[in-house]
């Protein structure tokens, strides 16, 4: 639904078809069981959609996609053994008939843009998994995006605030959590910093925008859409 969120190139696809192969191949991984098994029910639930492999963390991961060649790897965003961002743009490449939908409990645009950056074509909240994954599965088996609604509208906020006022994507993700009220301690929980760095992130979006309060940063967010009233 969101084709136009691209945010960078990835490795070539194969050709788009609007008859993808059934039943859709589908490795699943999370690392809790008690997910994966609702996760595995749901998808099982779909007739066009076989569940093949599971994982619980990215060693594994790598293992079955290598070996079960899935149409679509389902992929929780935080999974031990390395990065899932890493793990999702090595995959992009040594498999690329393997499409990869994120599934997260984290809504920050940011994150979303890091994994479409890396190659994933769909990025769906895992408390809307339930109504969203299948279409999710659907969609990138034929090669086409699906962003769950509640983080495509920041994540179009996002692109417009980096290219239009000279902030990274990391400083107007710290721009949007200080406008939404959030200290630097759980901004940088939410970010996985430590706190010096968000606090230099801070300073580097007060002289960059040239204001000095939070008011003033609350309605610049307002103003561009990265929080809603």
């Known amino acids: 639904m969101a084709s136009h969120l691209r945010l960078a190139a990835v490795t070539p ?11 859709i191949r589908v490795v699943l991984a999370d690392d809790h069981a008690v997910v994966r098994r ?5 998808l099982d639930r779909e007739e066009d959609v076989k569940v ?23 992929l929780d965003l935080q999974m031990p053994n390395g990065s899932s ?13 393997t499409e990869i939908v994120v599934l997260t409990m984290e809504e920050s645009p940011l994150f979303a843009q890091q994994a479409l950056d890396a190659g994933a074509v769909g990025f769906v909240l895992k408390d809307r998994a339930d109504t969203e994954l299948p279409l999710a599965v659907r969609l990138a088996v034929i090669g086409d995006e699906f962003i769950s609604p509640r983080v495509a509208v920041g994540l179009d906020a996002l692109r417009r605030a980096v290219t239009g006022d000279g902030l990274s994507p990391r400083e ?29 992130h801070r300073a580097h979006v007060h002289r960059k925008l040239g204001m000095g309060t939070r008011a003033e940063l609350v309605r610049y967010a307002l103003d561009r859409h990265l929080i809603a009233v």
């Open 13 to 23: 696809r194969r050709e788009r078809s609007s008859h993808p192969a059934r039943p």
């Open 52 to 74: 093949v492999a599971e994982a619980a963390d990215l060693s594994t991961v790598v293992h079955h996609v290598h070996g079960q060649l899935p149409h679509v790897l389902v």
């Open 172 to 200: 107007t993700e710290v721009l949007r959590l200080i406008a939404l009220g959030h200290t630097s301690a759980e901004i940088a929980g939410k970010l996985h910093l430590s706190r010096r760095t968000v606090e230099t």
């Open 38 to 42: 609702n996760l595995r029910l749901l």
């Open 85 to 97: 961002i890493e793990t999702i743009r090595r995959l992009r490449d040594q498999v690329p008939s």
